[in-house]
């Protein structure tokens, strides 16, 4: 084994809070950053490319390059918690792993800058449901990574969802209790309207009725002018004068000069009696 090797994993048992190599590894996550720079890895070799891992126990942080990234496999466990990811990444900038000196302390302070980054982020979005379900997510997962300092803000975190999901609910029952009465009211306006389309139904037949029997007065007026002005005078297309002799229906008319056949001479039109 190179000494490189031999440094890795006696700093890295150092720096993690079990004494067994293979479970030591299990404590750290990769965190999803990677940049150019120049920095010790944890295997003291200066490296260009970082890459930066946490450990759920005892909340540290160090650089540590490609190599020894793939050699022990740490690729393929990624910290993709939201208040994980921005709470370590304002840690990160010129830490190397041999600046840590007092672990403990080193750890509680971590835990006050999650604790509070926690808190930011509550403050922020107390009132927006789905953001608190997100949050709640989170720092639930956190607490599973040993942060317990966070379980009394998350207690609070479902206390508000809890509240803002009673009010919602509250908010939905009075909304249906609107929307009932606004249907009612839609109902009884649709009825009030219907009545008055049937009136004015029968208003209309009640018009056309009256206004059929004017014109049948109307028409008979007309009819009887008609049978009036049929006793006038007239004069056949002849140029002979003639005059209505009954009074049917359709009459006909005599002639003032007729031949002896009672027709006239010229047109042949008229006869002095009824047909």
């Known amino acids: 084994m190179s000494s490189a090797t ?57 650089p540590i390059g490609k190599d020894c990234l793939k050699k022990f496999n740490f690729n393929s466990n990624v910290l993709t918690n939201s208040i994980s990811v921005a709470v370590l990444n304002k840690y990160i900038t010129n830490l190397g792993y041999e600046e840590i000196d007092d672990v403990e302390e080193y750890s509680k302070e971590i835990e006050e800058l999650y604790l509070k980054s926690v808190i930011e982020k509550y403050e922020s979005c107390k009132y927006k449901y789905s953001e608190l379900l997100n949050l709640e997510s989170e720092v639930k997962y956190l607490i599973e990574l040993n942060f317990v300092n966070l379980r009394d803000i998350y207690i609070k975190i479902t206390k508000q969802i809890y509240y803002l999901k009673q009010a919602e609910l509250e908010r939905l029952k009075i909304l249906k209790i609107e929307q009932a009465r606004k249907q009612a009211e839609d109902l009884e306006r649709y009825k009030q309207l219907e009545m008055e389309r049937q009136l004015a139904a029968v208003k209309l037949k009640e018009l056309e009725q009256k206004e059929l029997e004017k014109q049948a007065i109307e028409l008979e007026i007309k009819r009887q002018q008609e049978l009036a002005e049929s006793k006038i005078k007239r004069e056949c297309k002849c140029g002979i004068r003639f005059e209505n002799i009954c009074v049917c229906d359709v009459p006909t008319f005599e002639l003032i000069k007729i031949s002896k056949q009672n027709w006239c001479t010229k047109c042949n039109k008229w006869q002095d009696r009824c047909k």
Do not use: V
Not at 7 to 14: D, G, H, Q, R, S
Not at 52 to 59: G, I
């Open 6 to 62: 031999y440094k890795f994993e006696a700093n890295l048992l150092k720096l993690s809070e079990s004494t067994d190599f293979t479970n030591a590894k299990k404590e750290w996550i990769r965190l999803p950053r990677e940049e150019k720079g120049n920095k010790k890895c944890l295997c003291q070799h200066r490296i260009r490319n970082i890459n930066y891992m946490f450990n759920t126990k005892t909340k540290r942080i160090i």
